[in-house]
């Protein structure tokens, strides 16, 4: 039988006094695993975030069940806090052989079809090249992205039939009453939930301990998607919170420290790349990606650093500091104001 890369079963942690499991799935990026949690309540077992269908990912589920003496039937429903493959994608699997609902915001399941919608791979294969291009990616990378973006197809199938969660609309899961709280900037309509009375906050990757969750600008999405997550940060800052649970790494109780740490990190970095422009007399998004995060990274990591360096392009464009101009070789540069 096919076990984890370890060879080890997957782990799974009963972290709190209300029954919260957490069940730790291998992933095969530096992230190393996604925190999946499940509850039980009369009306049964609500899963939350299953992670990427692989494989592996496939056989940690079975053995996971299994030790945990949960029959695919017993679970009801599927809660996904945002629609990258690492926390959507066995959601559909999951449908397939439980009969579960899978819940998720309109606004996430819209980003799910963006990425992988009938209508989406094909033209997202198209135009995050082009978009890149025009940021000066030069060809040797944009060749790969079409190849590595389909290399998510797999992970994210079969696609869900999914209903809305609204965030003024409580979700009852585990017993207890959890409000929804939506933001975006990481993914857009990603949903934390939390339980005020026992301070308990499901974060996803809306606020991560020792990772900064990354901030991406994508064609076709959130044009500001900088302003969006620190505003959502903001919000989140304002509940009380005992114990957070996130999408990667071990829960954690130092929640309003760790934002304030990923607002100062982000000011730090527009200011950063403020004083590149200044120094150079403009630089395309390309060029600051690559002074920022080195030009020795894979097709994966290299994506979610030209994502993020745009992302911070476009905040310092936003706040009036930077302009982006097109040049005569047809090529966007961003310069100080
Ligand atoms: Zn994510
Ligand atoms: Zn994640």
């Known amino acids: 039988m096919r076990h984890n890369m370890s060879g080890q079963s997957p782990e799974i942690s009963h972290i709190d006094e209300h029954g919260l499991i957490q069940v730790k799935i291998t992933l095969s990026n530096p992230l190393r695993w996604v925190n999946s949690y499940i509850m039980r309540d009369e009306d049964g077992m609500t899963l939350i975030d299953p992670g990427p269908r692989t494989n592996t990912s496939e056989q940690e589920w079975k053995d ?72 000066g990616m030069p060809q040797a990378w944009l060749s790969q992205l079409p190849e590595h973006l389909n290399s998510f197809i797999a992970q994210v199938s079969p696609q869900p039939k999914v209903t809305y969660i609204r965030e003024d609309t409580p979700l009852r899961m585990g017993g207890r009453v959890w409000l929804p709280v939506q933001t975006a900037g990481h993914a857009p309509g990603h949903l934390s939930f939390y339980h005020p009375d026992s301070g308990v906050m499901i974060c996803g990757d809306a606020v991560l301990p020792q990772i900064s969750p990354n901030v991406s600008l994508v064609p076709g999405s959130d044009a500001e998607p900088l302003w969006l997550f620190l505003e959502g940060l903001r919000r989140l800052r304002e509940l009380p919170v005992r114990v957070a649970y996130p999408g990667h790494r071990h829960p954690f109780t130092h929640y309003r420290e760790r934002i304030d740490a990923l607002l100062l990190h982000h000011e730090e970095r527009l200011t950063d790349i403020a004083g590149m422009l200044s120094r150079a007399g403009g630089l395309t998004a390309f060029e600051v990606c690559t002074a920022l995060f080195g030009d020795q990274l894979g097709i994966h990591q290299m994506r979610f650093a030209m994502c993020e360096a745009l992302a911070h392009l476009a905040e310092l464009v936003r706040q009036g500091r930077a302009e982006q101009r097109e040049t005569e070789a047809g090529v966007y540069r961003f310069r100080l104001v």
Do not use: C
């Open 64 to 135: 996971a069940l299994t030790m945990l003496r949960i029959g695919f039937d017993e679970i009801t429903t599927v809660v996904i806090t945002h629609h990258h493959p690492d926390h959507y994608g066995m959601a559909g699997w999951f449908q397939e052989k439980s009969g579960a609902d899978v819940w998720m915001s309109e606004r996430a399941h819209q980003e799910a079809g963006l990425m992988w919608g009938d209508f989406g791979a094909a033209d997202m294969n198209e135009e995050m090249p082009a978009f890149f291009a025009l940021h």
